[in-house]
């Protein structure tokens, strides 16, 4: 990577360039330090948690890959997320799952309370402007029919409205303690592998379920609740009991939060085209960022179209205050400490080139028929020299420019990682 003269001085060419379409970089970049992305803990561990059984089961969700130097306990995992963080410009949100709790001697994940997650919070106060959660309806032998919240088993389906009702609390208590709301977010893996006779029952049940969890109600300036629609899943292909169009009613109905995960839907469906139309309904939103390749496959998030378009439906529709930014992708065949970094800085990125944009010109265009000015400056947009700007960004944020960061993620596992056994 150049030197700082040569950052600034392409920078300098840059900044100029953009003025020439009315685009004030400095505005981009002072929007974009306000973004906070919400990076998820379970890339450093595969999905593992803390909760000494064999790691990742059941749900239809895997992590494949076997690199080596996973966090094997709740310190390790903080250290690599801070070292990740440090390769990050700006400042983000930790996004922990209940599996992560911190806990002597065994608690049932019904009985999960704030304490025991004490240690994270204290780490959230110093490292991030704050935290969000996840309760956790997998990898759990109360999980192992394939169903939990819409079990027609009243003993496990009671088990799991507990484990909701005690993340709510969690949640709200992170939220009140760090003084910006806790996204607490719910994804339950019911459904069956094959045709089923009867769709109508577990999501009825699915519904008491949720009308149960959400029956107290918690004030919004500490807790943010949010529901997970999934298509399909490995063991779950012919049904979902937890659809698009269940939870979307369900959000809609009791004004909640609705997740939409880039991974949950049809190869052929993409999450930018659907913000606008759930926005129209709903106040907020939660974004599960991921990359599946031809399937759900939760990926390392890329600068791919989609990711642009995604981020340039949020900047467009001024939507940065309403849809909460998250990640979710797991691999375990590479650095895992390098994926969160690749995966934010991408996410970062894609918002810097939606927020380079000349919009309310292209805007025009379009309000005018000239449609063809429109495609020429959309399509001569994508050659702009965003990566000056980011590497400035970058090196204003105290962070490395360009691919400087991965010797640092490189000096990190020959010094720290590589040294974990299994
Ligand atoms: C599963 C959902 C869910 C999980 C995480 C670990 O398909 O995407 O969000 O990936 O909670
Ligand atoms: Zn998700």
């Known amino acids: 990577m150049s030197d700082s003269k040569g950052i600034e001085k392409a920078y300098e060419s840059a900044r100029q360039r953009y003025a020439e379409l009315g685009v004030d970089t400095e505005t981009a970049m002072e929007r974009l330090g306000k973004t906070a992305i919400s990076l998820h ?27 080596p130097g996973k966090a094997r306990t709740a310190d390790e995992l903080r250290a690599d997320l801070k070292k990740a963080m440090s ?18 001697g065994k608690v049932e994940r019904n009985e999960l309370t704030a304490e025991h997650f004490a240690a994270w919070i ?8 704050g935290m969000d959660f996840n309760g956790t309806f997998f990898s759990h032998p109360k999980a192992e029919s394939g169903f ?28 009140k303690e760090l003084g910006t709301p806790c996204v607490t977010n719910l994804w339950i893996p019911d459904g069956y592998k094959d045709i089923p006779v ?10 008491k379920s949720l009308d149960e969890i959400f029956a107290e109600s918690i004030d919004r300036r500490y ?4 529901v997970e629609s999934k298509l399909f899943g490995i063991g779950s292909e012919s049904y979902v009991v937890g659809s698009h169009e269940f939870y979307l009613g369900y959000a809609v109905r009791n004004n909640i939060l609705l997740c939409l995960d880039t991974g949950h839907f049809h190869p052929t469906e993409v999450v930018s085209d659907k913000i606008s139309s759930v926005l129209a309904f709903l ?31 949020i900047v467009r529709g001024d939507y940065l205050q309403r849809v909460h930014i998250g990640l979710d992708f797991f691999d375990a065949s590479i650095n895992r400490v390098a994926a969160w970094v690749i995966g934010t800085r991408c996410m ?3 918002l810097l080139i939606a927020m380079l944009e000349p919009t309310e010109k292209l805007r025009e265009f379009e309000y005018n028929g000239d449609f063809t000015s429109r495609l020429a400056i959309l399509e001569e947009l994508k050659t702009l020299p965003f990566g000056a700007v980011w590497d400035y960004y970058c090196r204003k944020k105290d962070v490395p420019a360009g691919e400087d960061w991965l010797k640092e993620v490189r000096d990190y596992e020959a010094k720290v990682t590589n040294s974990r056994q299994r």
């Not at 390769?87 to 996004?95: A, M, T, W």
Request: with cysteine.
């Open 87 to 104: 390769l990050i410009p700006g400042k983000h949100r930790l996004n922990l799952h209940a599996m992560y709790a911190e806990t002597s």
């Open 283 to 313: 106040d907020e939103i939660l974004l599960h960022v991921s990359r599946g390749v031809r399937w759900d496959s939760d990926h390392v998030v890329i600068l791919s179209d989609e990711l642009r378009a995604l981020a340039c439906e």
């Open 122 to 129: 204290e780490w959230a106060k110093v490292n991030g402007p």
């Open 41 to 67: 803990c379970w890339q450093g561990d595969d999905v593992g948690g803390f909760e000494g059984s064999e790691g990742l089961s059941g749900g239809g969700l895997m992590a494949t890959g076997a690199y």
């Open 348 to 350: 970062l990125k894609a």
């Open 198 to 207: 009867d769709r109508k029952g577990p999501r009825e049940q699915l519904r």
């Open 223 to 226: 807790l943010l609740d949010s």
């Open 148 to 175: 939990t919240l819409a079990s027609a088993d009243e003993g496990i389906r009671r088990f799991w409205v507990e484990h909701g009702i005690a993340c709510r609390k969690i949640g709200a208590a992170m939220g």
